[in-house]
């Protein structure tokens, strides 16, 4: 089942992550020799935002229904991507799908309460660094949100659907994978399941 099964409105997010070299954003060698920071870039990066996006998911949904707020239910489905282009840091491309009764609009990193800022809390969570450390790590695109809703006209939803795919094939360019370094560069929810 895929997600749109699982909620009727729904909403898709695109997301860039970027991973710090010794402590710094920064691609001048000269500025990567004495760290600042400790950052946990181990195996499993990935699985630890999810993780931490879907806690604080979980958390935010409790806090919701405890203020007698109606809550959605809002699983997290994701499919991301890794890549390193010019730059000596890697990077990663996601789309978030979430329910759209729950999550819209995807909101601003820096504003308490918004799935954007709950993104970058479970980025610096995973990268075992504060909030104020990944700041400029998580990159919100021109145009991050598309919403599809499975109860549109058949005509609409296609439509829908087409630019969500355009949107995706980025995603899926051959160019800037990293190659032969035996780490997944692809990853997503639960394909058995389907994704959209």
């Not at 895929?2 to 909403?11: D, I, K, Q, S, W």
């Not at 599809?148 to 630019?163: C, F, I, T, W, Y």
Request: charged share 20%; hydrophobic share 40%.
């Amino acid at each position: 089942m895929g997600a749109l099964e699982l909620y009727c409105r729904m909403l898709l997010v695109r997301i860039d992550l970027r991973i710090p070299i010794n402590g710094m954003n920064s691609d001048n060698p000269l500025e990567r020799d004495v760290p600042i920071c400790f950052v946990n870039i181990g195996v499993g990066l990935i699985k630890r935002f999810i993780a931490s996006l879907n806690a604080q998911i979980a958390t935010d949904q409790m806090n919701k229904a405890k203020e007698g707020k109606r809550v959605y239910d809002c699983p997290l489905n994701y499919i991301w991507v890794r890549e390193r282009n010019t730059s000596y840091n890697e990077h990663y491309h996601l789309v978030i799908m979430v329910n759209q009764n729950s999550y819209y609009p995807f909101g601003r990193l820096h504003h308490e309460g918004t799935l954007a800022c709950m993104v970058q809390k479970a980025w610096a969570s995973a990268l075992g660094l504060t909030t104020d450390e990944v700041e400029g790590l998580v990159h919100i695109p021109e145009r991050p949100m598309y919403t599809l809703n499975r109860n549109h006209p058949p005509a609409q939803l296609q439509k829908d659907l087409g630019e969500v795919a355009l949107r995706l094939a980025y995603l899926a360019k051959n160019e800037t994978k990293v190659l032969g370094d035996g780490h997944r560069n692809f990853g997503c929810s639960n394909p058995r399941k389907g994704l959209i």
